[in-house]
């Protein structure tokens, strides 16, 4: 029979433009989250990691946001580019014992900038 | 590159067969953790060794195993191998053990089970 795939949000901005990817986590003893960007045909790559005690984390232009009351994640790209173009993955860990390690991802957000 | 290499790249095999799938490290890291990704269950954490042991145990099928190596290289077999095992099977690894700190992902194996 015909699988049927994720249907994963999508976002398309036009380059130069700032682009907000928000994610809802589930779990609320998680403590560490960080944002993935997997190209096509690639592995995900590492773009920022927050822990909970924060509630913003800047690096070169992303910034995440954290907002656990809610739990929601947020990864803002300032100035996105045709090579943002990918798709972003949050991803959480939860605290303690058995779940070292253990990463839960979200279903990811298509990222589309056009030139 | 994310220094994390796997092999082979792409893997066509048939229902009820065995593969295994190897993963290096990058140097200097212990921990290598295996994922799963499909395109109807997105990406979804299998296990995770340190130093040769194992440390957490996702949804993981009975019918996969997985192995690190004194020299901290993993393994991963899949066996009696089903359509529905066709997916991208992913290795990262980190320095510690905590899961805290970044996971490197290696660039995948494609399985495809006919």
């Known amino acids: 029979g015909e699988s049927v795939g994720l249907h994963l949000p999508t976002l398309s901005v036009q380059e130069g433009d700032n682009s907000i990817i928000n994610c809802a986590y589930s779990?609320?003893?998680?403590?560490?989250f960080i944002w993935y960007k997997q190209e096509s045909g690639k592995g995900p790559q590492f773009i920022i990691d927050?822990?909970?005690?924060?509630d913003k984390r800047q690096g070169q232009r992303v910034t995440v946001l954290l907002n656990k009351t809610v739990k929601h994640l947020s990864l803002q790209i300032a100035a996105t580019q045709p090579g943002d173009s990918a798709v972003y993955f949050c991803?959480?860990?939860?605290?303690?014992?058995?779940?070292?390690?253990?990463?839960?991802f979200g279903q990811g957000t298509i990222l589309t900038v056009h030139p | 590159d994310s220094g994390v290499t796997q092999t082979p790249k792409h893997l066509i095999t048939a229902t009820g067969q065995r593969v295994t799938l190897r993963c290096s490290p990058r140097?200097?890291?212990?921990?290598v953790y295996w994922y799963q990704q499909s395109l109807d269950q997105g990406l979804q954490f299998l296990i995770h060794?340190?130093?040769?042991?194992?440390?957490a145990k996702g949804n993981i099928l009975e019918r996969f195993s997985a192995q690190q190596f004194p020299d901290l290289h993993s393994e991963l077999n899949l066996s009696s191998l089903e359509l529905g095992d066709s997916a991208l099977y992913f290795c990262?690894?980190?320095?510690?053990?905590?899961?805290?700190?970044?996971?490197?992902f290696g660039p995948g194996t494609r399985l495809t089970v006919l």
């Open positions: 990262a690894s980190s320095v510690g053990t905590s899961g805290i700190g970044t996971q490197y």
């Open positions: 779990n609320s003893a998680s403590d560490y």
């Open positions: 927050i822990r909970s005690n924060m």
């Open positions: 991803a959480e860990n939860p605290s303690g014992g058995t779940s070292y390690g253990k990463l839960t």
């Open positions: 140097s200097g890291d212990l921990s």
């Open positions: 060794y340190y130093n040769g042991e194992e440390r």
